[in-house]
Protein backbone atom coordinates (compact mmCIF):
# COMPACT_ATOMS: atom_id res chain seq x y z
CA UNK A 1 0.00 0.00 0.00
CA UNK A 2 1.58 3.27 -1.36
CA UNK A 3 0.86 6.11 1.54
CA UNK A 4 0.68 9.70 1.21
CA UNK A 5 0.28 12.02 4.47
CA UNK A 6 -0.01 15.63 3.25
CA UNK A 7 0.50 18.71 4.95
CA UNK A 8 1.82 16.24 8.44
CA UNK A 9 2.02 17.80 11.81
CA UNK A 10 1.19 15.93 14.99
CA UNK A 11 -1.81 14.33 13.57
CA UNK A 12 -0.48 13.52 9.87
CA UNK A 13 2.71 12.14 11.72
CA UNK A 14 1.35 10.11 13.88
CA UNK A 15 -0.92 8.24 11.24
CA UNK A 16 2.53 7.89 9.41
CA UNK A 17 4.14 6.32 12.02
CA UNK A 18 1.39 3.49 12.76
CA UNK A 19 1.02 2.93 8.37
CA UNK A 20 5.01 2.78 8.42
CA UNK A 21 4.88 0.15 11.78
CA UNK A 22 2.24 -1.72 9.32
CA UNK A 23 4.38 -2.07 6.63
CA UNK A 24 2.88 0.38 4.51
CA UNK A 25 5.22 2.73 2.16
CA UNK A 26 4.65 6.39 3.36
CA UNK A 27 5.81 9.16 1.78
CA UNK A 28 5.30 12.39 3.90
CA UNK A 29 4.71 16.37 2.84
CA UNK A 30 5.61 18.59 5.74
CA UNK A 31 7.18 22.03 6.61
CA UNK A 32 10.82 22.61 5.84
CA UNK A 33 12.13 22.13 9.50
CA UNK A 34 9.98 19.01 9.99
CA UNK A 35 11.71 17.46 6.76
CA UNK A 36 14.70 18.11 8.05
CA UNK A 37 14.06 16.53 11.64
CA UNK A 38 12.62 13.39 10.02
CA UNK A 39 15.56 13.25 7.53
CA UNK A 40 18.16 14.06 10.05
CA UNK A 41 16.49 11.85 13.10
CA UNK A 42 14.03 9.44 11.71
CA UNK A 43 10.34 9.71 13.05
CA UNK A 44 9.89 9.00 16.49
CA UNK A 45 6.47 8.44 18.20
CA UNK A 46 6.07 7.78 22.64
CA UNK A 47 2.51 8.34 23.95
CA UNK A 48 -0.77 7.03 24.19
CA UNK A 49 0.20 4.53 20.68
CA UNK A 50 2.93 3.27 22.33
CA UNK A 51 7.10 3.48 21.15
CA UNK A 52 8.14 3.37 17.79
CA UNK A 53 10.95 4.46 15.40
CA UNK A 54 11.25 4.92 12.01
CA UNK A 55 14.53 5.24 10.56
CA UNK A 56 15.09 7.93 7.79
CA UNK A 57 15.23 4.94 4.89
CA UNK A 58 11.93 3.48 5.58
CA UNK A 59 10.01 6.67 4.20
CA UNK A 60 10.10 9.20 2.06
CA UNK A 61 9.64 12.94 3.94
CA UNK A 62 9.24 16.05 1.39
CA UNK A 63 8.99 19.67 1.38
CA UNK A 64 6.77 19.87 -1.91
CA UNK A 65 4.41 18.49 -3.99
CA UNK A 66 5.99 18.89 -7.30
CA UNK A 67 8.74 16.26 -5.74
CA UNK A 68 6.32 13.34 -6.02
CA UNK A 69 4.98 13.96 -9.74
CA UNK A 70 5.88 10.70 -11.46
CA UNK A 71 4.40 8.55 -8.00
CA UNK A 72 1.35 6.85 -7.63
CA UNK A 73 -0.61 6.39 -4.13
CA UNK A 74 -3.47 4.30 -3.29
CA UNK A 75 -4.32 6.83 -0.22
CA UNK A 76 -3.45 10.68 -0.35
CA UNK A 77 -3.91 11.26 3.95
CA UNK A 78 -4.99 15.21 3.84
CA UNK A 79 -3.78 16.09 7.32
CA UNK A 80 -4.42 20.26 6.99
CA UNK A 81 -5.91 22.77 8.60
CA UNK A 82 -9.36 23.60 7.65
CA UNK A 83 -8.25 26.90 6.86
CA UNK A 84 -5.98 25.34 4.64
CA UNK A 85 -8.47 23.61 2.45
CA UNK A 86 -8.95 24.87 -0.45
CA UNK A 87 -5.14 25.81 -1.19
CA UNK A 88 -4.46 21.89 -0.34
CA UNK A 89 -7.19 20.97 -2.68
CA UNK A 90 -5.40 23.00 -5.31
CA UNK A 91 -2.44 22.02 -5.20
CA UNK A 92 -2.76 18.18 -4.51
CA UNK A 93 -5.46 18.26 -7.75
CA UNK A 94 -2.63 19.95 -10.23
CA UNK A 95 -0.06 16.73 -8.93
CA UNK A 96 -2.81 14.04 -8.95
CA UNK A 97 -6.12 15.36 -10.13
CA UNK A 98 -5.77 12.78 -13.10
CA UNK A 99 -4.95 9.67 -10.97
CA UNK A 100 -7.39 7.93 -8.93
CA UNK A 101 -5.84 7.93 -5.82
CA UNK A 102 -8.37 7.58 -2.69
CA UNK A 103 -8.47 11.02 -0.72
CA UNK A 104 -8.82 10.72 3.11
CA UNK A 105 -9.52 13.83 5.38
CA UNK A 106 -8.17 13.61 8.73
CA UNK A 107 -9.33 17.36 9.42
CA UNK A 108 -11.46 19.11 12.09
CA UNK A 109 -14.10 21.15 10.75
CA UNK A 110 -17.25 21.00 8.22
CA UNK A 111 -17.29 21.60 4.62
CA UNK A 112 -13.73 20.08 3.51
CA UNK A 113 -14.96 17.17 1.97
CA UNK A 114 -17.20 19.87 -0.11
CA UNK A 115 -14.53 21.76 -0.94
CA UNK A 116 -12.29 18.73 -1.88
CA UNK A 117 -15.48 17.39 -4.40
CA UNK A 118 -14.86 20.69 -6.35
CA UNK A 119 -11.68 19.07 -7.30
CA UNK A 120 -11.54 15.27 -7.22
CA UNK A 121 -14.48 12.32 -7.49
CA UNK A 122 -16.77 12.52 -4.90
CA UNK A 123 -16.49 8.33 -4.54
CA UNK A 124 -12.34 9.06 -4.26
CA UNK A 125 -12.78 11.20 -1.19
Known amino acids: MNVLVYAAG???LGIASCLIKAGAKVDIVARKDTVSALKE???I???IF???KAHPEQ??????LSELSSKDYDFILVCCKSFDTL???K???SI???????IVLFQNGWGNAEIFSNFFQKDLI
Open 10 to 12: AVG
Open 41 to 43: SGL
Open 45 to 47: RTG
Open 50 to 52: GEF
Open 59 to 64: FGAYES
Open 87 to 89: SSA
Open 91 to 93: DLY
Open 96 to 102: FGKKDSV
